[in-house]
């Protein structure tokens, strides 16, 4: 188990610097800070996905829950967010010291 979460972590870390490259040429090209969001991103690569899954959304709960919520958790940038990820899974797959107790 624990190596699936090392395998992830290096997933998306590796996934978080190909956006923070793919943003920092967009800003070389620009003359300015660009970053591309987590629902650019997806807009993107899979616009029919993306609104199937707003419509799931707002048709199990409240649609101020895919407005207030959700929307504004995609709007991060893709490479803070994937690096996020990445640092929670190699937290959770780091290897523990084995500690010895000894009770005389």
């Known amino acids: ?3 699936f979460f090392r395998f992830l972590a290096g ?3 590796l996934i978080a610097v190909i956006a923070a490259v793919y943003d920092g040429t967009r800003s070389l090209g620009t003359g300015g800070l ?3 969001s987590l629902i650019e991103h ?3 690569l899979s ?6 899954a ?3 959304v707002v048709r199990v709960t409240h649609p101020l829950v895919w407005e207030m919520g959700l929307r504004k958790l995609l709007g991060v940038p893709a490479w803070a967010a994937f690096a996020f990820l990445g640092l929670l899974c190699a ?3 780091r290897r523990r010291r084995r500690v010895n107790v000894y009770a005389n």
């Open 1 to 3: 188990m624990l190596a």
């Open 11 to 13: 997933t998306f870390l």
């Open 34 to 36: 660009a970053m591309t």
């Open 42 to 44: 997806w807009s993107r």
């Open 47 to 52: 616009p029919a996905l993306l609104n199937a």
């Open 54 to 56: 707003q419509g799931a």
């Open 91 to 93: 937290y959770a797959g």
